[in-house]
């Protein structure tokens, strides 16, 4: 069954890396609602991960389509010294197809499935630990991969470009003054434009739209606020569209463990709907 080779895999991910990873995640979710490769590009949705902040094990939870999770499944591996976890949709069908893996010591490897399922991985680079924050927009470069951008010490924002077979461009400078926000998030398209665009919420609790532009020189426009009172939240994070209406959401949660999604609208200013509760007790995690 497709479905249970799926899971095969996905497992089979975690335990080669040591690090939770976690590939055809989506596409066993898209296949349990009824879906089958080909047809066009979709927007992607992606599952997201929970590290055990007491035992270091990993949890996965897999989107439902209706804009929740599924039941969490639990991976027999523990993090280590892993940092981070990034799945990203090269060939825009919707489903995971990478995932960058980024280590504490700044090890940076890019893992994929081949055809039949099969789990590769390799070492793309060192020194990602100059980074506080790394994420994967999508597209910033007018290629089909998803690319990366990290944020220094500094506070300077910096694109490093994909390409097809893993590796990445020498980085690029986007600019500075990306050190007043508290957190980053963004995957895939808010606006409704077809381009990549991120979020950030600065220290009193404003959330920012950085609209994607599709100029690798300048993949953001200038920013325009989203709302406040974000700080009610301890972390954001963007796993795609989690409802299946073709436009990517933002998960929430809040201090006492509460999640919630903010269903995106595709439409500039207001991005993001009211807020919905899909869960609680995430308190004991560390979401990626």
Known sequence: MIIGRRRHVLRGAFVATAAAVVLAATAVSALAA???????????????????????????????????????????????????????????????????NLYKDGTLDYGWTDDRLAYHSKQVGTGWDVYTAVLSPGDLGGAAEA????????????????????????????????????????????????????????????????????DRKAPFAPRTPVGGGWNAYDRLLSVGDLDADGTADL????PNGELYRYPGTGEAPAVLGKPVRIGQGFQIYDLL
């Open 34 to 100: 009824g879906g089958a490769p080909g047809g066009g590009a979709e927007t992607p949705h992606f599952s997201m991960k929970g590290v055990h902040r007491q035992t270091s094990e990993p949890y996965l939870y897999v989107p439902d389509r209706e804009g929740g999770f599924e039941p969490r499944e639990h991976v027999a591996v523990g993090y280590g010294t892993f940092a981070d976890s990034i799945d990203v949709d090269n060939d825009g069908d919707g489903w995971s197809d990478g995932t960058w």
């Open 251 to 254: 998960v929430a949660r809040k």
């Open 147 to 214: 690319d990366l951008v990290g944020r220094d010490e500094d506070g300077v924002l910096w694109v490093h470009l994909a390409r097809p077979d893993g590796s990445l461009t020498a980085r690029t400078r986007v600019g500075g003054g990306w050190g007043v926000y508290t957190q980053l998030a963004g995957q895939g398209d808010l606006t409704g434009d077809g381009r990549a665009d991120i979020v950030a919420r600065d220290a009193s609790g404003v959330l920012w739209l950085h609209p994607g532009t599709g």
